[in-house]
């Protein structure tokens, strides 16, 4: 394939392998499973075992220090190239470590920004200065580059790891370690040690001829795997997906009962992320058999581009014979059937001309049209199935099914972006992809929630900085309606196959319009003659040419280039840059990648450190917003930052987490939010192309809390009514009126004996639209735990799937004798427990950045009044492929029931919630349904149904 060709000529893959995008399971699935290709859930059974920091492998050992010399970088690949301050020295020394062809490393240090310069193959040309310091602030070169270390007592298949904790994929190797000021304040204060897992399994006999093969999404950092003793590959990315042809291997074993020991190193210690990045298996894998004639990983090429005319889809077909050598040729046919979504309802079919293939061949349809076609658009998503099939001699070979979708989208650079000659005005958020207590393995259907909640204040994009992610994640924005910015992780010349990587898994996705090769300054580590930008076009253009490619770019003003890019996004910069931009490239589109970082916390009126910030921000709001959303040449933004906080990144210890969000790390709506639904959401017209489908709205907030600890003298009100009156009692402060991208402020407010604090929305007409109430709460009495995922009112549905992943998101108030919620109310402890059905605890949150507590735990303090728990089914009876799973994992049933078929009825998950720290030691319970019927209920099925919600939940 063309992806391993240009992976082979790089000189971090220790072997042949296949590093490209691998065929995702929530993406699509086989149609005839068990019959020309098998697809089985690995997830299950995995002994894990976290090490320390250090992991006992040899020091990375460098002949000449280079400290305080001069040195010519001209020559010299940059790995990384980021602001000062989100890049250590350290982390320079383990990139040009962990790179096979490293011969050099050299940290330097500017005003605007730091850099690591590392050496592929060639010496850096350095020299001492007669006097004074050079410009490397640190840096070594090694004579010779030793081969990568492998003897690991954990890699041996013979290794007695019977007493090593069992683990279940997705699962963050990162997030259950102790928070220590010591650690890296950027990377959560989280250490970021080396973990291993092993997974013991045995094999059908009647696979023996066929191909097996290892798919997992992702795994990070470095990831080194082996199969009984043998050395099988080695992972460099942490991002883009991971495949590895087992039966090409030599030492797969299929006689029966014979147990196969796979053991993986996977080293977070670094990443070229400034934020947390958390570690180890994150994302899901799985097994596939196939025959020898097959489907390549993401071979199959929908384009989304067009209104269903003329569609030419294409496939990747890999032959590879008998044995390991492929075929001499072999005549393969193609055929791609188009239906409705998710049903057998044939609506169009195309072929492909029989071609002789040996090694590897991409076969394309002759055009065909879809009649009637339904375009996937922001406001009604229409989507389709197509069934890829191969066949050889009339036999059924292979056969894949994956979500398609038709639009046209067109970037214009005077008036912005249309999808099907609509104008859409982008308003997006930027995203990295943690959630509170699982850290960066988040289930999907708390990835639902998060994509709900965001739609419900008027958005319509997804940034995905910085970095491609998950599967399922695109999936649900094609059902939902929300337009993608994909973007690539690291930006030099040999990554350029990680950009393929994503741009061919994430091509057949109608939601993706834009392909991002990188953030910021990491944009800026290219060569003189911009290499890796020819680099990244060239991955991007040959894989999907219908697509335009951007970058999120941020310099002075007045070193804005275009590094050949089709559409220009720009970071964090005033209108003043985007006309001056405008004016020099005329035919340039133009889009705000990334703008608006306005920090604030859930309910907090004071700071309690330095670091800390309150509820409002509004005048950050009304500035910043405004820079790029009132110009017509600007296509809107891409991407506040950011939808929600994240672990990484803070302001200091004591904070571990960011303050970005207009949700917090745990999912509660901060008072911001309101201010885009009232923006975003409420103000935009229900003709507007861009606008979620949802009713017309009115909306009035009042920032600050009613905290009897901290009572407020000033109180700001977001709206997007009129006008807007605030009252405590019977007083009232008078009525504002309001402007776009306004707030209102009420000073010298006195709450000191107010019982109720109350704001009125009016029209212009002077009716009352809308109003927000906060009583003033007494002592805390009660608890209250209600779920929130699955949940109507978060668009999220209404039951678990029994799939074994699924998992739901439960809330904790605590509340006075008369139910309002105690919001000054903090440190208090909840205790968690299953009272029964199947399900577990996999996570705990409250939304507080300086809360320092365990998160793969069963308990978690009150912050401001609230807490939250994340359970997950334990029973999988729906997923494809379970049977064999049950099979072929030795200890894949033992922490995950694994059942061939549903019971009739499946319990409730019983879930309690108690806060002994109160009189009385108050509890409460809360039950969550779980079902059998993935058709109905499943995540992807629920976002499809696209339930509209009116506004974000809270308590």
């Not at 077909?317 to 188009?338: D, K, M, R, W, Y």
């Not at 009100?717 to 776009?740: C, H, M, N, Q």
């Not at 969550?928 to 974000?952: C, K, Y």
């Amino acid at each position: 394939a063309d992806c391993d060709l240009k992976m082979a000529t790089m000189a971090w893959a220790l072997t042949v392998i296949v590093a490209c995008a691998v065929l995702a399971a929530t993406t699509a699935t086989a149609s005839s499973a068990g019959a020309v290709r098998d697809t089985v859930p690995f997830d299950y059974g995995w002994r894990w075992k976290l090490y320390d920091a250090a992991d006992h492998s040899p020091t990375c050992a460098f002949d000449k220090n280079i400290t305080g010399f001069t040195c010519d970088l001209s020559g010299a690949k940059s790995l990384h190239y980021t602001p000062q301050g989100r890049l250590l020295d350290t982390d320079c020394a383990k990139a040009c470590c962990s790179h096979s062809n490293c011969s050099g490393w050299a940290f330097t240090t500017s005003t605007w920004h730091s850099a690591c310069y590392i050496a592929l193959g060639d010496d850096i040309d350095c020299h001492q200065p007669a006097a004074g310091k050079g410009n490397v602030l640190s840096g070594g070169i090694r004579s010779s580059i030793p081969p990568p270390y492998t003897d690991y007592p954990y890699a041996e298949a013979s290794y007695d790891d019977s007493d090593w904790a069992l683990v279940d994929l997705p699962h963050d190797s990162v997030i259950n370690n102790t928070y220590s000021e010591l650690a890296d304040n950027r990377h959560a204060s989280l250490p970021r040690n080396v973990s291993w897992y092993r997974k013991h399994f045995s094999l059908p006999s009647d696979w023996a001829s066929d191909a097996v093969l290892l798919q997992c999404d992702a795994v990070f950092h470095i990831s080194e795997f082996w199969l009984n003793d043998k050395l099988i590959g080695r992972f460099t990315s942490g991002y883009v997906p991971v495949e590895i042809d087992l039966h090409t291997t030599g030492v797969l074993n299929f006689a029966d009962n014979a147990e196969n020991i796979l053991a993986v190193r996977t080293d977070p210690s670094f990443g070229s992320g400034h934020w947390y990045e958390g570690g180890g298996f994150y994302r899901s894998c799985r097994l596939v058999r196939t025959g020898l004639v097959r489907i390549a990983p993401h071979g199959v090429f929908a384009p989304s581009q067009g209104l269903g005319k003329g569609f030419a889809p294409t496939v990747e077909v890999i032959n590879q014979g008998s044995g390991v050598n492929p075929g001499s040729g072999v005549l393969v046919e193609a055929t791609f059937t188009v239906y409705k979504l998710d049903s057998s309802s044939k609506v169009a079919s195309g072929a492909a001309p029989a071609t002789a293939v040996s090694g590897s061949a991409v076969l394309k349809a002759k055009p065909f049209d879809i009649p009637n076609v339904k375009l996937w658009s922001v406001r009604d998503p229409n989507l389709y199935t197509m069934t890829t099939t191969l066949l050889v001699n009339g036999k059924v070979v292979d056969e894949f099914s994956l979500t398609i979708g038709f639009r046209d989208v067109r970037w214009d650079a005077d008036q912005g972006v249309f999808i099907n000659d609509e104008h859409v005005h982008l308003r997006g958020f930027c995203h990295h992809e943690d959630f509170t207590g699982v850290g960066v393995a988040v289930p999907d259907r708390i990835n639902l929630f998060r994509a709900t909640s965001l739609r419900s204040i008027g958005t319509n994009a997804w940034r995905t900085s910085h970095n491609p992610y998950r599967p399922a994640v695109y999936d649900m924005l094609d059902r939902i309606g929300t337009v993608v910015w994909d973007e690539a992780r690291d930006y030099t010349a040999w990554n350029a196959p990680d950009m393929g990587a994503m741009v061919k898994r994430d091509r057949s996705h109608p939601s993706v319009i834009v392909w991002s090769y990188c953030n910021e300054i990491e944009c800026h580590q290219d060569s003189a003659d911009n290499y890796t930008q020819f680099m990244f076009r060239e991955q991007a253009k040959s894989l999907d040419p219908t697509r335009p490619t951007s970058f999120n770019w941020v310099q002075p003003a007045t070193e804005v280039i275009d590094l050949g890019v089709d559409v220009h996004g720009i970071s964090h910069y005033q209108t003043p840059t985007y006309v001056q931009y405008h004016q020099a490239h005329p035919h340039k589109p133009l889009v705000s990648s990334e703008c608006c970082s306005c920090q604030t916390q859930r309910d907090q009126n004071s700071q309690r450190s330095s670091h800390d910030f309150t509820a409002f921000d509004g005048t950050c709001l009304q500035q910043q917003v405004q820079w790029t959303d009132t110009e017509s040449f600007i296509a809107g933004t891409m991407g506040v930052w950011t939808g929600f906080d994240y672990y990484g990144e803070p302001q200091g210890w004591p904070h571990i987490s960011s303050s970005f969000g207009q949700f917090d790390l745990a999912g509660f709506p901060k008072a911001h939010a309101f201010w885009y639904q009232a923006q975003w959401l409420c103000r935009v017209p229900l003709s507007d192309a861009g606008r979620p489908s949802t009713k017309a709205c009115d909306v009035v907030r009042i920032v600050e809390a009613f905290n009897p600890e901290d009572l407020p003298d000033t109180v700001h009100v977001f709206s997007s009514a009129a006008s807007v009156e605030l009252r405590a009692d019977a007083k009232s402060y008078g009525t504002v009126p309001l402007v776009a991208y306004g707030f209102a402020e009420f000073k010298k407010v006195d709450l000191s004996t107010a019982k109720s604090l109350v704001a009125i929305a009016y029209d212009a007409a002077g009716n009352a639209v809308a109003n927000h109430t906060l009583l003033r709460p007494n002592v805390p009495a009660s608890i209250k735990l209600g779920l929130d995922v699955p949940s109507p009112l978060t668009g999220t549905g209404t039951h678990l799937v029994a799939d074994g992943h699924d998992a739901a998101l439960l809330s904790v108030q605590v509340l006075d004798s008369k139910d309002n919620l105690c919001v000054g109310v903090n440190n208090h402890t909840v205790e968690f427990s299953v009272v029964s059905g199947p399900g577990r605890i996999i996570g705990v949150g409250n939304g507080d950045p300086a809360c320092h507590e365990p998160n793969v735990v069963s308990s978690r303090s009150v912050y401001n009044g609230l807490a939250r728990v994340v359970v997950q089914v334990s029973l999988d009876c729906t997923s494809t492929g379970r049977q064999l799973a049950a099979t072929i994992d030795a200890d894949g049933n033992k922490r995950t029931k694994v059942t061939t078929s549903c019971p009739a009825s499946i319990p409730d998950i019983v879930i309690k919630a108690s806060m002994p720290t109160l009189p009385g030691s108050p509890s409460a319970q809360a039950s969550i349904p779980v079902s059998g019927d993935a058709v109905a209920h499943g995540v992807l099925a629920v976002a499809a149904a696209r339930q509209h919600l009116s506004a974000p939940v809270s308590p």
